[in-house]
């Protein structure tokens, strides 16, 4: 079963930008820019993805997380 998101707060309504969503269950997931360059290892099955810090902080006035 997929999980459901619910878009939180975005930089645009068309899909192809910074987003933040709640799931169900109950974690958050960030649509961004995958960061291919970082340096780090981290397990195949995750990413790296960058997201504006003024997303967090509207989410966050918004009283949205």
């Known amino acids: 079963m ?9 930089d645009c309504d068309e899909g ?9 269950r109950g974690t958050l997931a960030f649509q961004g820019t995958e960061i291919t360059d970082h340096g ?15 997303l967090i902080r509207k989410a ?3 009283n949205l997380i």
């Open 2 to 10: 997929a999980t459901e998101l619910t878009r939180l707060v975005g």
């Open 16 to 24: 192809e930008c910074p987003t933040i969503y709640v799931t169900d």
């Open 40 to 54: 780090r290892k981290i397990p195949a099955h995750e990413t790296m993805v960058e997201i504006p810090i003024e």
């Open 60 to 62: 966050i006035r918004d």
